[in-house]
């Protein structure tokens, strides 16, 4: 069953540009490209998953899970830019949770 995707997010893809002066490759993301979503979680910095390894996560946003999403990627939510922290969870192949959603976690960027 597939569910509603009612918002409209941007996503920025990642891509490695030319090295600069130390031989370490520059950042650059391409123009946003609207994306649907079903939505996306209020704001938190607290650790998605106890443990070692923490990640701070500012929002979960939840696509459709053929929408190609990757870590470092950037997401465009109310005019506000956000990176994509992690490799997106799949729930596709899971017994229990819902399939064709894809979580996405991301971290506001500042300036």
């Not at 390894?53 to 053929?66: L, M, N, P, W």
């Not at 470092?72 to 994509?84: A, K, L, P, S, T």
């Amino acid at each position: 069953m597939r569910f509603r995707l009612k918002y409209t997010v941007g996503l920025c893809v990642y891509s490695a540009g030319a090295e600069d002066t130390h031989g370490n490759p520059t950042a650059s993301w391409a123009a946003p490209v609207d994306i649907a979503a079903n939505h996306w979680s209020t704001s938190s910095t607290e650790p998605v998953v106890a443990g070692y390894d923490r990640t701070i996560v500012d929002k979960i946003v939840v696509v459709d899970s053929s929408q190609a999403v990757s870590a470092r990627d950037r997401m465009v939510i109310n005019g506000e830019m956000f990176e994509v922290v992690a490799l997106p969870e799949d729930y596709d192949h899971g017994p229990y949770s819902a399939p064709n959603r894809k979580p996405v976690l991301t971290r506001r960027v500042d300036g």
